[in-house]
């Protein structure tokens, strides 16, 4: 053996991994004290109230409390591009992390909070933790994995859920929302974990096994200010791949200078904040492993034809989605069970291409 040879190999395979591993870059807070925001670059950013995924101008929060901001980091810039809430169901009725009251203040919207411990107890407008990184699987070990929990208040219902949240450096479109609860919770039915906004990105056109459903059909004929909604879709017609993970997805009708565009009548120059500011389409998608899920596992959504406008009794507030109706709250449903795991993923592909791949 030219044992010369083989150490130049090793050390150029060693150097290679370790180039691999180098090329992530992780979006992580500085240290505790730093605004909550994480996530990696060509890939999916979160943030907790009250930081901002966009940059804002001083005193301005970033939204509504009680929700997860959904961003995408592209070419150094972060834009947002949904929120979700959690849902927690006790005794058949529904909580709304970002509508109901807080225990502390009285205010909509419950307060989240991140550590790295699932029993922190007390709200922190700061990161509190910048994550932890770990390799998960030895077969890869340059794939990285950033995870921590997060916390929140407990519901007026009782229930008191916590999340598991991860990234992994070969799917950094996608963030990982595992459910578990706290000691002396109350028994959760199901506890809901919904993307908000879909009319931001008019998200018209959702992928199903055999079929795609339009939200300008399904929603016809309906001119209110409320949420339209129609029956669930169950499993059985969830996109499968052959490893038995189910997936959904959905995008916007319009092409991207269409989605872009914004009309330039008064009321909608008002209403600035929701024109459509990334400079590129995305496609949403919900992703469950093969094992993560049982036969109750439903994909929902609800639609609006007027963006919503914060239970305002005065339908003149109201201004029509430009397009006509589109998928508000978008969803997958399933029988509480602690450590059930969900993925909401955004990609810059088709959905087409998505489901080419799936």
């Known amino acids: 053996m030219n044992l010369s040879l083989f150490f130049t190999g090793l050390c150029l395979l060693v150097s290679i991994q370790f180039a691999s591993a180098q090329s992530v870059q992780w979006i992580r807070p500085d240290n505790e004290k730093s605004p909550p925001m994480w996530g990696i670059k060509g890939g999916i950013v979160f943030s907790l109230w009250p930081k901002s995924i966009e940059p804002s101008g001083p005193g301005t929060d970033g939204g509504p409390r009680g929700l997860i901001r959904i961003g995408y980091e592209y070419q150094g810039s972060v834009n947002l591009i949904n929120y979700i809430a959690i849902e927690p169901v006790v005794n058949g009725d529904m909580e709304f992390s970002e509508v109901s009251p807080s225990r502390g203040d009285g205010k909509w919207g419950k307060f989240l909070w991140a550590t790295d411990k699932p029993d922190a107890d007390s709200f922190t407008p700061y990161a509190n933790t910048r994550g932890t990184i770990t390799h998960p699987d030895p077969q890869n070990p340059t794939i990285e994995q950033l995870s921590f929990f997060i916390c929140m208040e407990k519901f007026n219902d009782g229930a008191h859920p916590y999340l598991k949240v991860t990234i992994s450096s070969d799917k950094p479109g996608e963030l990982g929302l595992q459910i578990f609860n706290q000691p002396g919770s109350a028994i959760m039915e199901r506890c809901a974990l919904t993307a908000t906004m879909g009319n931001y990105s008019r998200l018209r056109l959702l ?3 055999d079929k795609v459903i339009d939200s300008r059909k399904l ?3 309906y001119d209110d200010i409320d949420f339209i909604e129609k029956e669930p879709y ?4 969830m996109l499968k791949n052959k490893h038995g993970d189910l997936m959904v997805c959905a995008e916007s009708n319009e092409t991207f200078n269409e989605l872009a565009a914004w009309p330039q009548q008064p009321d909608y120059l008002k209403k600035w904040g929701w ?3 990334p400079f590129y389409k995305l496609t949403q998608y919900w992703r469950v492993d093969s094992a993560g899920y049982d036969s109750s596992l439903q994909v929902r959504v609800n639609g609006r034809v007027k963006y919503w406008g914060a ?6 507030a109201y201004t029509a989605v430009p397009g006509g109706p589109a998928f508000e709250n978008f969803e997958l449903r399933d029988n509480y069970h602690p450590g059930q795991k969900f993925y909401f993923g955004l990609t810059r592909k088709s959905a087409g291409e998505l489901i080419d791949e799936f």
């Open 207 to 209: 992928y199903l096994k």
């Open 219 to 221: 929603f016809a004929g």
């Open 234 to 237: 169950p499993a059985s017609q």
């Open 275 to 277: 024109r459509y500011r």
């Open 311 to 316: 239970e305002n009794p005065d339908k003149s």
